[in-house]
């Protein structure tokens, strides 16, 4: 192992948030709490009671508004599954946490953003982090427990990570599940939130990724998961589920084998996966045009 700068250092780490958000996902299929990617989420919502101190539903302001949120219960978000979430073509729409969908890289023209009509589930990519943190709050429904404690009882404590990393939400993404007040996690750092971790750390979950999910003698994740995480979406093939980016057309890394992979975030934060190699990459704060020439670099050094 090389290592420079100060991989010990706890950094945002931005939209790898994600990967470990889709982990935690993994984690509930893998278990049956999720029977099949492929269903709609709505089946498996509870209704979710939004914590917000001083809010009263019996005053004449309050009038007519709902005490509870229900992600999913229009017709359009009713269709959506837990693949379209997992691949960012959800299309789900409405507001989560204070940001409406269309919040997150609007369009230039505001008379779009409350008229756009909204694609059918599947069949188109938007990378928006509103909806990440509707497939958070859908998971956390699902476990019943924040997911940091998920992530740290069977990811982050069996591959041996340390005890300085942590995992936010929001101050307003608190909700009332089971008699206790739990965070609602995001799923990057658009509007704060995410995932603070070391570079260490980081190599460890890469190096799980490199062993599709396999840590030691131990299968943490299913091979399954990782193959359904590596598949491409169709309509948008450089992208598996959040948050995978894949090589298949070897743009972004020309210099890398097709069947390489990485977790991303922005800065970048990226943690570049290469199985033929078996070879994991951490790299921080890395521009977009230095992405290539890192890992040609690292390939050449190791012939």
């Known amino acids: 192992?090389?290592?420079?700068?100060?991989p010990a250092r706890v950094d945002m780490t931005h939209s790898v948030?994600?990967?470990?958000?889709?982990?935690t996902v993994g984690l509930a299929f893998d278990r049956g709490m999720i029977?099949?990617?492929?269903?709609?989420?709505?089946?498996?919502?509870?209704p979710i009671w939004v914590m917000e101190p001083g809010k009263r539903f019996d005053r004449a302001e309050s009038f007519g508004q709902p005490q509870l949120l229900d992600l999913f219960s229009t017709p359009h978000n009713r269709n959506i599954t837990w693949d379209n979430l997992l691949r960012q073509t959800s299309a789900w729409q409405g507001t989560l946490w204070g940001?409406?969908?269309?919040?997150?890289?609007?369009?230039?023209?505001?008379?779009?953003?409350?008229?756009?009509?909204?694609?059918?589930?599947?069949?188109?990519?938007?990378?928006?982090?509103?909806?990440?943190?509707?497939?958070?709050?859908?998971?956390?429904?699902?476990?019943?427990?924040?997911?940091?404690?998920?992530?740290?009882?069977?990811?982050?404590?069996?591959?041996g990570a340390s005890n300085t990393w942590r995992w936010f939400g929001y101050e307003s993404s608190w909700v009332l599940m089971d008699g206790q007040v739990v965070q609602s996690v995001s799923g990057g750092g658009h509007w704060g939130g995410g995932l603070f971790i070391n570079?260490?750390?980081?190599?460890?979950?890469?190096?799980?990724?490199?062993?599709?999910?396999?840590?030691?003698?131990?299968?943490?994740?299913?091979?399954?998961?990782?193959?359904?995480?590596?598949?491409?979406?169709?309509?948008?093939?450089?992208?598996?589920?959040?948050?995978?980016?894949?090589?298949?057309?070897?743009?972004t890394l020309p210099s890398a084998p097709k069947n390489v992979f990485w977790h991303l975030g922005n800065g970048n934060n990226v943690i570049f996966v290469l199985p033929d190699q078996d070879l994991v990459i951490v790299a921080r704060w890395l521009k977009n045009e230095g992405m290539d020439g890192l890992v040609k670099r690292v390939l050449e050094a190791r012939k």
């Open 35 to 46: 029977k099949s990617v492929q269903d709609t989420v709505y089946p498996y919502m509870a």
């Open 1 to 6: 192992m090389a290592e420079w700068g100060e």
């Open 199 to 251: 570079a260490y750390d980081m190599g460890r979950f890469g190096y799980l990724s490199l062993h599709k999910g396999k840590w030691k003698n131990q299968q943490l994740l299913s091979e399954e998961w990782f193959k359904m995480a590596t598949t491409p979406t169709p309509v948008q093939v450089g992208y598996g589920f959040m948050n995978y980016f894949l090589n298949t057309e070897q743009k």
């Open 99 to 159: 940001k409406p969908d269309w919040a997150d890289r609007p369009a230039a023209d505001a008379k779009t953003w409350l008229n756009t009509e909204r694609a059918t589930p599947g069949t188109a990519y938007e990378y928006n982090d509103t909806r990440v943190n509707v497939l958070a709050l859908a998971t956390l429904n699902i476990w019943r427990r924040p997911l940091p404690q998920v992530l740290k009882e069977y990811i982050m404590d069996p591959i």
């Open 17 to 23: 948030t994600k990967s470990m958000l889709s982990s």
